[in-house]
């Protein structure tokens, strides 16, 4: 009798393990459907590990994604990880024990997920990157990455400033309020911000220090930077957060904003686009936090069995202040 037994562990683990490769496609092969395709849409269970709440974008970001999913009557497991890659860990930990049928989530770094996703892997849950890449070696960890070209927004807020100084060869002090340390958008912003001014040798980064994607953050970094910076023209805002925490810093030194010194920010939100509309913010690249309809339709395909690109990069623009005015009454968030 024990030996039955042991002879069925044994070929149920077979049938595990090769229900793996084919569970979690590598994202490099297209894609097909993992989990438990062809399931009826309120039978679909989808656990989402949230970075957290740090800034206008993300509140945006967790609200879009909740009514989507309401909307498209798919059962979602929401988790916000305040902002800790340990949280997010154990938020999908948890995840895989619950056997939902896929993950999505937003790393809020960019390495150390190779452990826990080879885990959601094994159990054949496919994981769905949303916003934020991870780096890893192993594409085959996850399905698709659906989010923004990070190094492109960087790119478009030097090229702006470029433009605003062409022809003159003054000093540019640039002092920069980076997002959270290890992030995708805070490296690739600003890696597309420096290759932009890189051919002006006026240009200058003189600080460039982390305020975590948060108001308050902007807030203590910019003080910081205007006492210790003996000349500051222009601020590049990883983020409208700690772009309008800057502004506080700038009046309240009795600088104004927008004209002392130039501020370029980087998501679009509300608060943002009104300090771009005010003349606070002189140009804002536009980083969407609607991703919610393009998760669901993921999800959809996959449940289908159908494949999905590897690579979603979501659609955006930039705004001048003029641009702001116009755009501000119709701005959903
Ligand atoms: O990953 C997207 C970034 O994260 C947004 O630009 C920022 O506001 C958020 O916190």
């Known amino acids: 009798m024990k030996k039955t037994v042991g002879l069925f562990a044994a070929g149920a683990l077979v049938v595990a393990l090769s229900a793996c490769s084919t569970g979690a496609t590598p994202a490099g092969s297209g894609g097909a459907a993992g989990g438990a395709p062809n399931k009826a849409l309120d039978q679909i269970v989808v656990g989402f590990a949230q970075v957290g709440a740090e800034s206008g974008w993300r509140t945006a970001n967790t609200k879009d994604i909740q009514d989507s999913f309401k909307e498209a009557g798919i059962q979602l497991k929401f988790s916000d990880a305040q902002q800790k890659q340990e949280n997010q860990i154990s938020a999908i930990r948890s995840y895989i024990q619950q056997n939902v049928d896929y993950i999505a989530f937003s790393p809020v770094v960019q390495t150390g997920w190779d452990a826990v996703l080879g885990e959601a892997k094994a159990a054949g849950i496919p994981v769905i990157l949303t916003d934020r890449a991870v780096d890893s070696k192993d594409t085959s960890l996850y399905i698709t990455f659906l989010g923004s070209d990070f190094v492109k927004e960087g790119k478009e807020a030097g090229d702006w400033l470029v433009q605003q100084y062409q022809g003159k060869s003054d000093p540019v002090n640039i002092v920069q309020l980076e997002g959270t340390t290890g992030s995708a958008p805070a490296i690739d912003r600003g890696t597309g911000?420096?290759?932009?001014?890189?051919?002006?040798p006026n240009m200058k980064v003189v600080a460039s220090q982390t305020g975590d994607f948060t108001r308050a953050g902007g807030k203590q970094v910019m003080e910081a930077m205007l006492k210790s910076q003996p000349k500051i023209d222009v601020v590049f805002a990883q983020n409208d957060d700690m772009g309008l925490g800057a502004i506080e810093a700038i009046e309240a030194a009795g600088k104004v904003p927008g004209k002392d010194i130039k501020i370029i920010t980087v998501d679009a939100v509300h608060d943002g686009m009104q300090a771009l509309a005010d003349g606070k913010i002189n140009y804002i690249v536009e980083c969407s936090?609607?991703?919610?309809?393009?998760?669901?339709?993921?999800?959809?395909?996959?449940?289908?069995?159908?494949?999905?690109?590897?690579?979603?990069?979501?659609?955006?623009?930039?705004?001048?202040?003029?641009?702001?005015?116009?755009?501000?009454?119709?701005?959903?968030?």
């Open 193 to 200: 911000f420096a290759d932009a001014i890189k051919a002006n």
């Open 289 to 333: 936090p609607l991703l919610g309809k393009q998760l669901i339709d993921i999800v959809k395909k996959l449940n289908a069995g159908e494949s999905v690109p590897q690579r979603i990069v979501t659609d955006e623009t930039t705004f001048t202040q003029d641009q702001a005015k116009e755009a501000l009454p119709n701005r959903k968030y």
